[in-house]
């Protein structure tokens, strides 16, 4: 994105002691200075971090001695505050994807020298195929967490989120039903701005006609609520990592981006599990 001169004015401006050499301490004087608003976001995260390692500690122990009830609301709070931290990152990922890819196009013209090129790209390459394989086919509830593989030491975001879904799939496995086959229903409420409802119609009907055409959904239905521009979109799989291969593939995440500026808020996605003899029983 930046040229081979923007890049060493950077370097510069971080380096006020010339050195050569940028450290951590460095790093955070230069950028202290631009945080702007997101001093506030990163204040809320480091507290949101703080109140989510103390509710898992509470939760570990206390679920073996509650109720069956109890156990139940432990599990519920603890998915739907996985989906809350989810559909939080799934907009900020859209955010940062259209930014740089508009950066991209806008910067055609910057040549880079392959010393410059090599080193970027291979982090880039990196943290791109870090979230490529981040979905987990035992986590039936939500699309963007990791598991078992390796975050950044500084990435506390995705520690935090991969160590709520860690629980919640020891909890899970408490309660189980023999491992019998389900099938997983997303729901999607997405608020549409009335400026953009045409342009979203056409991104929307392409992506639910190409959704429908994937061996692993079973079923497509969408509906708009009468007094508002709000569309509802149902998706029945015939397993959790046939959806989350979904997730990954390109199709939708050129929805993703393609709607992300014409949201009136952010979408709201549900997730629920039916045993398999369900969806036989009322298709029969």
């Not at 019998?180 to 392409?206: D, T």
Request: aromatic share 8%; proline share 2%.
């Amino acid at each position: 994105i930046l040229s081979s001169e923007e890049l060493w004015e950077l370097f510069s401006g971080i380096d006020r002691r010339h050195s050569d050499n940028v450290d951590t301490e460095k790093l955070c004087d230069y950028f202290s200075a631009y945080l702007g608003e997101y001093r506030h976001v990163l204040s809320a995260l480091e507290a949101l971090n703080s109140a989510v390692l103390a509710a898992m500690d509470k939760t570990k122990l206390r679920y073996e001695t509650s109720s069956k009830m109890e156990q139940f609301l432990t599990r519920f709070l603890l998915r739907e505050t996985v989906t809350q931290l989810q559909s939080l990152q799934a907009s900020l990922e859209c955010a940062v994807d259209t930014m740089e890819e508009q950066a991209g196009r806008e910067r055609k013209d910057v040549k880079k020298s392959e010393t410059l090129i090599g080193p970027r790209s291979g982090r880039r390459c990196g943290r791109r195929g870090q979230k490529n394989i981040c979905l987990s086919p035992t986590d039936p509830y939500s699309g963007m967490l990791t598991t078992g593989i390796c975050v950044e030491a500084d990435n506390q975001w995705m520690a935090q989120i991969n160590r709520l879904q860690q629980l919640i799939e020891k909890l899970e496995c408490k309660v189980c039903d023999g491992g019998r086959w389900h099938i997983l229903v997303a729901k999607r409420q997405i608020s549409v701005a009335k400026s953009g409802i045409e342009e979203f119609r056409q991104a929307f009907r392409s992506y639910t006609e190409v959704t429908a055409g994937q061996s692993g959904c079973l079923h497509v239905s969408t509906c708009k609520l009468t007094n508002e521009a709000c569309f509802i979109l149902y998706e029945f799989w015939q397993d959790v990592s046939s959806w989350r291969s979904h997730l990954q593939s390109s199709h939708s995440k050129t929805f993703q981006r393609a709607i992300i500026s014409l949201l009136e808020a952010p979408e709201l996605l549900t997730t629920m599990l039916f045993p398999a003899s369900w969806w036989i029983m009322n298709n029969n």
